[in-house]
């Protein structure tokens, strides 16, 4: 198995339901920096919330930020479920 590989279909039972817990991750992630953003910018229509809207903001972009990390773990874990001989194989080459 390839790092970032895009069907994971091929996979047992195992290996698809760990892609799957990830994807909810991911998107769950994804959904919860997009809510900060919009309630960060709602909140800078009014200058007493200016502040609270500006944390918002950064907690959306550490959101963001965790993203990559999520991904990445999901691609070593899947990895490792994989053939790793094939996979130093493809390292070497």
Do not use: N
Request: proline fraction near 2%; hydrophobic fraction near 50%; include cysteine.
């Amino acid at each position: 198995m390839r790092l970032f590989e895009r069907d994971h279909r091929q996979g047992g039972a195992e290996k698809r339901r760990l892609y799957a817990a990830f994807e909810i991750a991911y998107t769950a992630v994804d959904f919860l920096a997009a809510v900060l953003f919009v309630i960060g910018s709602v909140f800078f229509f009014f200058d007493s919330l200016m502040t609270a809207g500006t944390w918002l903001f950064l907690a959306g972009s550490l959101c963001f930020a965790l993203k990559p990390p999520i991904r990445l773990w999901r691609e070593l874990r899947l990895a490792r479920m994989g053939d790793t001989e094939q996979l130093a194989e493809r390292a070497e080459g």
